[in-house]
């Protein structure tokens, strides 16, 4: 739940602030005021629209809030009333209910007794609402990935946040919690990265709630992080003339990061705490804090030549990429991978920011009743699809001009990138390169192209491409005339479907395999697993059976059959 304060020295540029705010969310639905009315009281402002949709004319009654509290239900049934009145007289008149403040639970529960008829031409527009709008018409970053930021901006857990509009933009504020009290707050524009000092001091000047918390200016932050990175112990009177601030501000923040944990200070005996010398923290979680804020920016080649980087980057980072992606790489690879990390920056980033996981636990694949010749298969491609992926991303980087000042930090005299390709066929699935175009090795070639989309297909089945192989195979339908080609194209692709869990359709397809071939075994057990999946015991049994009349031997159909009766 947030809230969006509206910041302005006095009621009326309040209110007038408060005006232009709705515009812009008026602007991003695609409405247009034609009539408007401000009121501004001691509890808030409150706007009175009427408007019209630009795209197909129909009438709006708008009525918007920004209050000191939640708004309440008798302020929603005010409005309810009013725009039952004005329906009676326009069928296709249009309501919204815009608050900058949360509506109270009575509120939202009162709304929802409402007949769905009525919640469709009534909407309430709460500040995540709002927001969500905004973001759609580029003015807001998305919320969560303002919270993403947030995360990485400290180490100290956040406490409550919200959006500031001042002058004509919004602001993100987030206070931080030490020993579970609100005693800091940081600020981000609306479009991510951090504001700039004076709009920060602005907003602490006008939200009285700020008024006991300390600023922390985040570019401030950054900067001395920066100076830090060569490892070497800094004073805060040399960070000052390094950075050409007020030495309370860099002392400020120095003692700040070693609350976070960030730095370690090292006390002068007898002498102004100016003089304390500040290092940055060794240790893996401390280079990941520091690595997530750094590596999506401008500063990433610089972060990761630094002596910092190189002495604690590879602490804990093996055991990390396995947690992570799920993976089990040989030590070998291991090492070449690190090696792969410390000069690329996007491969770096990409591993610890990635929320991908390449390959399935044990437990899904038994849910999916994957056989175990099947889960090594997997587990090659997800280990080539993995190493693939960092290598793109580090040839990317090889690319920048300041690629060569990391080699030369590193006290690497050359890089040659050899890139390889690992084709894949029905038997031996390895690895699909992600390209504009497919290429095939030259000599013998499917004859037709249906025959080729029915191997594209198939083999990007295999390597969990699923929407892809789904193209493929559908073009193959298409064109095919060959049954015995038709049923394995149906039956891949109603693979593929299963593995989207979209299990009717996934049955539709193994039905027409079976109609095409009633001997397909395959097709009888894929379908037994989708009715399994959809609740349909008694004909995932007959069908089981079934492959089991066709091959007593089919070990996977005996597997499946000893699950029903275990």
Request: proline share 5%.
């Amino acid at each position: 739940m947030i809230w969006i304060k509206v910041l302005a020295p006095s009621r009326r540029e309040k209110g007038q602030a408060f005006e232009l705010l709705v515009r812009q969310v008026l602007d991003a639905v695609g409405i247009s005021p034609i009539r408007t009315r401000l009121r501004v009281t001691g509890i808030g402002s409150l706007l009175d629209i009427r408007g019209r949709h630009r795209q197909n004319a129909t009438p709006y009654l708008i009525e918007c809030h920004t209050l000191s509290r939640e708004v309440a239900l008798e302020e929603v049934k005010r409005f309810f009333s009013r725009f039952r009145r004005e329906r009676k007289k326009a069928k296709k008149l249009r309501g919204f209910f815009l608050s900058c403040t949360p509506f109270s639970p009575k509120v939202l529960s009162w709304y929802q007794t409402l007949g769905e008829d009525v919640r469709q031409g009534l909407h309430l527009l709460s500040p995540e609402t709002i927001a969500a709008h905004l973001a759609e018409n580029h003015r807001l970053s998305d919320l969560k990935a303002l919270e993403a930021e947030v995360a990485v901006s400290s180490t100290l857990p956040p406490g409550s946040g919200f959006l500031a509009f001042l002058g004509r933009n919004l602001f993100w504020v987030q206070t931080l919690l030490v020993r579970g009290r609100p005693m800091a707050f940081i600020v981000l524009e609306g479009r991510g990265g951090p504001a700039p000092g004076t709009i920060a001091q602005e907003i602490k000047r006008l939200d009285a709630a700020l008024k006991d918390k300390r600023l922390l200016d985040l570019g401030l932050r950054n900067r001395i992080l920066l100076e830090l990175l060569p490892y070497e112990p800094r004073t805060a009177d040399e960070l000052t003339q390094a950075l050409g601030e007020p030495p309370q501000d860099i002392l400020f923040l120095l003692q700040w990061l070693e609350k976070e944990g960030v730095v370690s200070s090292q006390r002068a005996s007898g002498k102004s705490r100016k003089l304390d010398r500040y290092r940055l923290n060794r240790g893996f979680p401390n280079f990941l804090h520091l690595a997530r804020q750094f590596l999506p920016g401008t500063y990433r080649f610089r972060f990761l030549s630094s002596r910092f980087a190189s002495q604690t980057m590879t602490t804990g980072l093996a055991s990390y990429l396995e947690d992570r992606f799920r993976l089990k790489l040989p030590a070998e690879e291991i090492e070449a991978i690190i090696n792969l990390l410390s000069i690329s920056p996007a491969a770096l980033s990409f591993t610890i920011s990635s929320a991908q996981n390449y390959l399935s636990s044990d437990r899904e694949m038994d849910a999916k009743f994957i056989p175990d010749g099947e889960r090594e298969k997997l587990r090659e491609v997800a280990r080539i699809r993995f190493i693939s992926d960092l290598s793109l991303r580090a040839v990317t980087d090889s690319l920048h001009e300041e690629f060569s000042t990391l080699l030369a930090a590193r006290d690497i005299r050359a890089y040659l990138a050899r890139i390889q390709l690992k084709a894949s066929t029905l038997k031996h699935p390895l690895f699909s390169f992600h390209a504009p175009h497919l290429l095939t090795l030259p000599g013998a070639k499917p004859a037709t192209e249906a025959e080729v989309s029915l191997e594209f297909g198939a083999v990007l089945r295999l390597i969990q491409e699923y929407d892809h192989a789904i193209q493929y195979l559908d073009r193959a339908i298409h064109d095919l005339k060959d049954p015995m080609r038709l049923k394995a194209a149906w039956n891949n692709k109603g693979l593929c479907l299963f593995n989207k869990r979209r299990y009717q359709e996934a049955i539709d397809c193994f039905n027409e395999a079976i109609r095409l071939d009633s001997n397909l075994k395959q097709a009888w057990l894929n379908k037994a697993i989708c009715l399994r999946e959809v609740g349909d015991a008694l004909g995932a049994l007959r069908c089981v059976k079934r492959a089991l009349e066709i091959d007593p031997a089919y070990k996977e159909a005996k597997d499946l059959l000893q699950r029903f009766h275990s």
